[in-house]
């Protein structure tokens, strides 16, 4: 366990107590150590500066040195040397006081055993190695913690007290770390999101989580504002009812606006990509759709006329291919932009919808509608609800295996609620977050575009449930009919 050959000082000016001292400690330690004896702590001091020592035994009364003194010239010359007080008096107050200054033990003449030096050695130098491993330990989290890239801060969550802060947390804060622990950590959070900042952290707090994540807007002394990412964790109890969290908080004001500028131009993009489909689906309708109905007029009356064979055959067959034309043709229309949505409004489209899903699919569906009539002035809203809902039954005739799907829609404060069931094989997570499940992020970039939620469950071989709010600014309510303005 130990290293042959411990160098030990021995600071003793009695000669007699020197040689019993040498004697007791070789028949503990035999030539696993050797022994110098000083009488001097001048001496000592001298020594300490040319040798490797591994164990200080100092006598408190010396000829130039007595008491707690002798301990704090030890101390201060070798603060890393084990000291082990030898004294004449069983004294424990003396003790206490030499354990405070930086004793590993106190050591009374006369009752020194083979047992007891050797604990002594063995345990001084131990603590010794425990408290110089603690304070590099320190250090380098000192270090660490004035050096990190990312904002730390010690806070008393409950108290709101800041215990520390490093120079990066207040710079992204823009406060000096004077002015912060002087202040509650909730000061610095925009008056926006108090509210939702202190139950994030009573959530935090009442649950036991061993982290928690949560994003918040700081406004900075000079008025700015910016996102920061925080991240807390429990660190280490002050009391039985004091905690000290570790805070490490990272400036996100520039990834919230390339996300927020991501999100303008997705929106862009998918108005651009209505009204080129609405476009489209128009002149499929208005002009190929007359052209080809034109066009099978006329080949009805040709076939009226012309009865001879095989030109009678041939036009019949013609007209029954336009038909066919026109018939797609008004298939194509009416996905790119259904007329139902212009003409009957949003709860009509859906209405419609799912009349196509029952029909097309042989799917047996319902819907239920506490919203008797449903229209927005903003066409977009529209689209959006249209279009979700479109998708999500899509990927249940694509994925689900249904053979019932459940609509429901009704009001929910200021939000549309609408929930889409299916009793299909009911999708996994790992479907959910799959990043190329396109149709999923369409739907949640569609919702977040208006300050909507979008949530998707599924339970296996029992289905799955598609949930969406989307907020109408109400402007009024009248039998039922819901007016955005």
Not at 118 to 132: D, F, N, P
Not at 155 to 183: F, M
Not at 202 to 223: M, P
Request: aromatic share 6%; glycine share 6%.
């Amino acid at each position: 366990m130990f290293t042959p050959r411990i160098h030990i000082l021995l600071i003793e000016d009695n000669e007699a107590d020197a040689i019993l001292v040498q004697s007791d400690l070789q028949q503990a330690m035999g030539d696993q150590m050797t022994v110098t004896h000083v009488e001097r702590l001048s001496s000592a001091l001298e020594l300490i500066q040319q040798e490797s020592i591994d164990l200080i035994l100092s006598d408190l009364t010396l000829p130039d040195s007595d008491g707690i003194t002798t301990i704090n010239q030890l101390r201060k010359h070798a603060p890393s040397i084990p000291i082990a007080v030898l004294s004449f008096r069983d004294d424990e107050k003396l003790a206490i006081k030499a354990i405070k200054a930086g004793a590993q033990d106190y050591l009374v003449k006369g009752s020194l055993t083979e047992g007891v030096l050797a604990r002594v050695i063995r345990y001084s130098i131990e603590r010794k190695r425990i408290e110089e491993s603690n304070r590099k330990a320190q250090n380098r989290f000192q270090t660490i913690f004035e050096k990190a890239p990312l904002g730390i801060a010690l806070i008393n969550l409950q108290t709101g007290r800041y215990y520390d802060v490093n120079p990066k947390y207040a710079s992204i804060v823009g406060r000096c770390v004077d002015e912060l622990i002087n202040i509650n950590h909730t000061d610095i959070i925009h008056p926006d999101d108090f509210q939702s900042y202190q139950y994030d952290i009573s959530l935090f707090l009442n649950n036991g989580f061993a982290d928690y994540k949560l994003e918040k807007r700081v406004l900075h002394h000079d008025g700015s504002i910016i996102w920061i990412e925080i991240f807390i964790v429990p660190f280490e109890a002050i009391t039985n009812d004091e905690i000290c969290y570790l805070c490490m908080i990272e400036d996100i004001t520039e990834r919230k606006q390339m996300i927020e500028n991501l999100r303008q131009l997705t929106a862009h993009l998918q108005d651009v990509r209505e009204e080129e489909r609405t476009r489209i689906g128009r002149e499929i309708h208005d002009v190929l759709g007359g052209t080809l109905t034109v066009l099978r007029m006329d080949l009805d009356w040709l076939s009226k006329k012309i009865n001879a064979e095989p030109m009678h055959e041939r036009i019949e067959s013609l007209y029954q291919l336009t038909g066919e034309a026109i018939e797609t043709a008004r298939r194509v229309s009416v996905n790119l932009r259904p007329n139902v949505l212009d003409n009957l409004g949003l709860l009509g489209a859906i209405e419609w919808l799912v009349r196509e899903l029952e029909q097309r699919k042989n799917i047996d569906c319902t819907l239920e509608s506490t919203i008797s009539n449903l229209s927005c002035h903003n066409k977009n809203y529209e689209t959006t609800i249209f279009r979700i809902i479109q998708e999500a039954f899509i990927n249940i005739t694509r994925h689900s295996n249904a053979t019932k799907v459940d609509v429901e829609l009704f009001e929910d404060e200021d939000d549309v609620v609408i929930t889409i069931k299916d009793n299909g094989v009911g999708i996994t997570e790992s479907q959910i977050l799959n990043p190329q499940s396109f149709g999923i992020i369409g739907m949640n970039e569609r919702t977040q575009q208006y300050g909507g939620k979008f949530e998707i469950s599924g339970t296996p071989l029992q289905g799955s449930v598609v949930m969406l709010k989307i907020p109408l600014v109400i402007a009024a309510t009248c039998d039922g009919e819901l007016i955005n303005d």
